[in-house]
Nanobody, 123 residues
């Protein structure tokens, strides 16, 4: 029953910014993790960051730490991913995922996925 849907992708020049949104539905309480993954050049999906509903802090991959920031609006069941100082290597398909329980970095732990939103960063 849990579903997520992401949006906000687009094309920007290196150094620019984008904000992605992930809207969730079907949550029975706040004990859910919502996370972001990305797929670059046909490689396996890599973990970008995650946020547990009952915790105030978020976790980030080293490759995006200091540049990407997540914010959660529980009233709207929405997780935002603010991406600043974008680099060409950030180009790829970004996915939102959700699971009941604490966050993990393993994509196979997440049963609910969005369709993806494309992010393209030009040199």
């Amino acid at each position: 029953q849990v579903q997520v849907m992401e949006s906000g992708g687009g094309s920007v020049q290196a150094g620019g910014s984008l904000r992605l949104s992930c809207v969730g539905s079907g949550f029975s309480d706040s004990k859910y993790c919502m996370s972001w993954f990305r797929q670059v050049r046909g490689n396996d999906r890599e973990w970008v960051g995650g946020k547990f509903g009952e915790f105030s802090s978020s976790d980030y991959a080293d490759s995006v730490k200091g540049r990407f920031t997540m914010a959660q609006d529980n009233a709207k069941n929405t997780l935002y991913l603010q991406m600043n100082s974008l680099k060409p290597e950030d180009t790829g398909m970004y996915y939102c995922a959700a699971r009941r329980g604490l966050c993990t970095m393993d994509s196979t732990d997440f049963p609910a996925w969005g369709q993806g939103t494309q992010v393209t960063v030009s040199p």
